[in-house]
């Protein structure tokens, strides 16, 4: 994989997002966006996420992660995606 | 004990950084933690610390809460730092604990389960609903999971399974349908509703359940496909147009116009019926008393030739749509000198009305059923008759030779648990015979 930084992360998924999710182009999505309240993300936008992180990014995402936590921003997911390779913001 | 909550979220900040951890104070009894670049020694030290529940902290982020212990970390160095922390900070010291997924107890937890499933299932969800699906099936109590949230307690989610009799090969399988499944909002991320969907089906599977099936929706397919689960079958919604005021209404804005439009229209709805022909080979008429055992010796004989179906005695009939809380269904019955011969039951509410169930010792006799169907609607001044048929059945047939037209279709899933391969069941070529009647959400 890439090097990667926060920003280049963000970056990729924000771009994910506003291809795939039309709410998403719509509202508009910044770091702190609240994905799943403001409905951008729903449980199948979840598997939708989860299948283009673990191809983006390289890694395998465990059903324990797919909690709020880890999807509830722009911020949230980048951190989780860092995380899983081993560095911290 | 530090005394005010601004010295002791100062003390945990600077504890945390002892320990190679950035602190963010959250919400009130919330502490999130985010490692530090070169902190990897304490992410065996979060292991250690927070045992079950380590994934959390590998995000790098956790949630404390009262009851953690660190009974583990007696040989690392941080100990005792961290331990001050947590005795500093009692209210804030316990990692969160991944969800918690249990039974629950129809009775005893009757007040909470209905509060939950009337906030976020529907506001239909009401007590008389409950009583009645989930107390007083006649093919058993319903079975319920919750998942809660470890630090609080609070469910956050609810999965329900009602029994069924499937009839299989001669044989009749205890089977389940799934119901009320439904995850409070800030929890909708996939995850809680994997671990609740998961645990129904284990224990369903493991207490010798044959057959489990669901019709889920847009958001529950997400969670099957996670579980490899995927739809067998689809439930294609057959429509009829008796009346066309409806959509002239919708489309002309002149009333006067509209009205001839429509005259013109139902006439012509009206002459392509009647080539459909009602029958006298039966006497059909409404069924104004709750079924009676001639139900259950009939259903007894027309059901094998349906292939797996669910058991349709005349306790369940009459539980299922006479007793129905909140749903007015009518019977239809279909008899030859005396002897019944089949039925229909149907739900018509204002300009609607749905085929809910349809069953028979022919096709012939059932296809007279539905005919006398189309005629007391359009009497009503219904607009369309539909009957939500599986893709797959051979009864669908019936439905296009009286002129009803395949409209949307939405998924179905069909499950052989374990119990059922093991014992070699005949699955009847795998033919089900579903309809809106055997669903229950």
């Known amino acids: ?89 | 004990m530090i005394p005010s909550s601004a010295h002791r979220g100062r003390a945990i900040v600077d504890e945390a950084a002892n320990l190679g951890l950035k602190i963010h104070l959250a919400q009130q009894n919330s502490v999130k933690f985010n490692f530090m670049n070169g902190i990897g020694p304490y992410v065996s030290l979060a292991d250690s610390v927070l045992s079950k529940s380590t994934s959390h902290f590998h995000e790098g982020r956790s949630v404390v809460s009262p009851s953690f212990t660190i009974g583990a970390m007696d040989s690392d160095p941080a100990r005792k730092s961290l331990q001050n922390f947590v005795t500093a900070e009692p209210n804030k010291s316990v990692p969160q604990m991944a969800n918690l997924v249990r039974r629950a107890e129809v009775h005893e937890e009757k007040a909470t389960l209905m509060a939950f499933l009337s906030s976020y299932l529907s506001p239909d969800a009401d007590e008389a609903r409950y009583e009645w699906l989930y107390c007083k099936n006649p093919e058993g109590m319903a079975r319920v999971w919750v998942v809660c949230e470890s630090r609080t307690g609070m469910i956050i989610g609810v999965a329900a399974a009602f029994p069924r009799r499937i009839h299989c090969g001669g044989k009749e399988v205890r089977g389940y349908v799934l119901g009320d499944f439904c995850i409070h909002p800030d929890h909708r991320s996939l995850g809680p509703a994997l671990a609740l969907q998961k645990r129904s089906l284990e224990d369903l599977s493991g207490e010798g359940a044959g057959f489990v099936f669901d019709f889920p929706s847009t958001s529950m397919l997400a969670i099957y496909k996670r579980l490899r689960i995927e739809p067998q079958e689809s439930v294609i919604r057959f429509a009829k147009p008796l009346r066309a005021d409806r959509q002239i209404r919708q489309r002309i804005p002149s009333k006067a116009a509209g009205r001839t439009l429509a005259v013109a229209a139902n006439a012509a709805f009206r002459l392509r019926d009647a080539g459909l022909g009602r029958s006298n080979a039966w006497t059909i008429s409404e069924e104004t008393e709750p079924c009676g055992e001639e139900f259950t010796l009939a259903t007894q004989r027309w059901v094998p030739r349906m292939g797996l179906c669910a058991r349709r005695n005349a306790d369940y009939l009459n539980w299922r749509f006479l007793q129905h809380p909140q749903r007015r269904y009518q019977f239809l019955t279909a008899r030859k000198d005396g002897r019944l011969c089949g039925f229909l039951i149907y739900h018509w509410a204002g300009e609607d009305a749905t085929v809910v169930d349809l069953l028979g010792e022919e096709d012939a006799v059932c296809k007279a059923l539905l005919v006398e169907t189309i005629a007391i609607m359009r009497g009503n001044g219904v607009n369309t008759v539909s009957a939500p048929f599986l893709s797959s059945h051979a009864g669908r047939e019936i439905l296009e030779d009286c002129g009803f037209k395949p409209r949307e279709s939405t998924p179905v899933i069909l499950l052989t648990l374990p119990w059922a391969a093991n014992r070699q069941v005949d699955q009847g070529a795998n033919c089900w015979y579903l309809t809106h009647g055997d669903r229950e959400s």
């Open chain 1, 1 to 89: 994989m890439d090097q990667i930084t926060t920003g280049s992360i963000e970056q990729r998924i924000h771009a994910f997002l506003l291809d795939k999710f039309p709410l998403a182009r719509k509202a508009g999505v910044g770091r702190d966006t609240a994905l799943l309240e403001k409905g951008i993300l729903d449980s199948l936008g979840i598997l939708d996420v989860v299948s283009f992180l673990e191809t983006e990014f390289s890694i395998v995402i465990g059903d324990e992660e797919l909690v709020p936590e880890n999807f509830q921003t722009l911020g949230t997911l980048s951190s989780f995606i860092l995380k899983k390779n081993g560095k911290s913001e």
